[in-house]
């Protein structure tokens, strides 16, 4: 049994959406390729061939596009919060493992408004500060924030031992 300074006040796992399945990214540059394949032969009986390579580089940036997206969704970040110290787990797609961990009574969650795509959700303590959620919608960022807002107020008034 957990002592109660040791109790979860707050536990998130903060996801991007998830793309498509293999097989349906796949199925759309397929069908890609094929539209631009058969424009590319009514180019090229036309006698507009030097369009032809750039349909194909259409298709290609394509893939790749699609790929970067799938590879990009692996990241996740978690927030835990204790009475003692909210840790944050981000584990990106390729590279190390970042952990940080910050004092619940001297941290401070900045939301930027008005609220868009481009809004950040900041966390702040003793001159470090650290974005969180970055991926995510602007009403999931929010609530996230509400949320978190919330739970550091009862961390604050958690008696530690």
């Known amino acids: ?8 006040l707050f536990e998130a796992t903060l996801r991007p959406n998830p793309p498509l399945p293999p097989v ?5 540059v397929a069908v890609a390729a ?3 394949l058969a424009f590319g032969i009514y180019f090229v009986w036309r006698g507009a ?10 298709v290609v940036l394509l893939a790749w596009a699609l790929n970067a997206t799938r590879q990009a969704a692996k990241l ?3 927030l835990t919060l204790t009475p003692e110290s909210l ?3 981000r584990h990106p797609p390729k590279g190390l493992q970042e952990n940080l961990a910050f004092n619940p009574y001297w941290l401070r969650v900045d939301l930027e408004e008005p609220m868009g795509r481009r809004s950040r959700l900041t966390l702040h303590s003793h001159g470090r500060a650290v974005e969180v959620g970055a991926f995510l919608a602007p009403c999931a960022r929010l609530t996230l924030a509400e949320a978190l807002r919330s739970a550091l107020r009862r961390a604050r008034e958690t008696p530690l031992r």
Do not use: C, H, Q, Y
């Not at 049994?1 to 979860?8: E, G, K």
């Open 76 to 78: 996740w970040e978690r």
């Open 24 to 28: 349906a990214l796949k199925a759309i």
């Open 49 to 58: 061939w030097p369009v032809t390579p750039f349909m194909g580089a259409d």
């Open 1 to 8: 049994m957990r002592a109660p300074s040791d109790a979860i």
């Open 87 to 89: 840790a944050i787990e």
């Open 34 to 36: 094929t539209f631009n």
